[in-house]
């Protein structure tokens, strides 16, 4: 069972085997974290990114993380665009992480790192936002060692250790 871990800081500066961008469909690239990684990895990562794209909301897909190295690979998920959560975007959030997690447990690596999804530019509420990650990073077993949620700032950090915390105490069925 993978070690489930909090840490406030900048994504492209993690060390793990993988990484977790908040993509949009294109995968060309954006702004927020997506930006970020992409200007960490270089240019070959939006090359790669059209490669395998599009990709659609609630998927994910892989591609080498180039100039990010150490970190192995870039795991492209795309979060929902939030209207008012009738339109099925906690589900959709829920599957950007466990299609991440299960495509990780495909390529090997052993260490991957999550962005808050969705909780930026789509606009998803970021209290609601933290509780669906840790349900849904507890949800499937995977072989991994490290599952590191990376809060960007102190108010999604508290948010994320305090999901984790009762995510932790719930039963199924309960
Ligand atoms: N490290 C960690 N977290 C970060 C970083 C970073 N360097 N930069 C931003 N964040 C955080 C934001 O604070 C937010 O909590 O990532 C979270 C997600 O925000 P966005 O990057 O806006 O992602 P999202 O809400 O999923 O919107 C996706 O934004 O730029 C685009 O291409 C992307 O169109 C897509 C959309």
Known sequence: ????????????????D????????????????????????????????????PCAPGEAVATPAFDLAPVRYVIHTVG????????????????CYQRALLLAEELGVRSVAFPAIATGTYGFPAELAAEVAATAVRS?????????????????????????????????GS
């Not at 929902?80 to 599957?95: C, F, I, M, Q, T």
């Open 1 to 16: 069972m993978a070690a489930i871990e909090v840490v406030l800081g900048d994504i492209t500066r993690q060390d793990v």
């Open 80 to 95: 929902p665009v939030w209207e008012d959560g009738d339109h099925d975007e906690a589900r959709v959030l829920a599957s």
């Open 140 to 172: 499937i077993p995977v072989e991994l060692d490290l599952i590191r949620l990376v809060a960007f700032d102190e108010r999604t950090r508290d948010l994320l250790t305090a999901a984790l915390a009762r995510s932790s105490t719930e039963r199924p």
């Open 18 to 53: 993988a990484v977790v961008t908040a993509a949009n469909e294109s995968l060309l690239g954006g702004g927020g974290v997506d930006g970020a990684i992409h200007r960490a990895a270089g240019p070959r990562l939006a090359a790669a990114g059209a490669e395998v794209g």
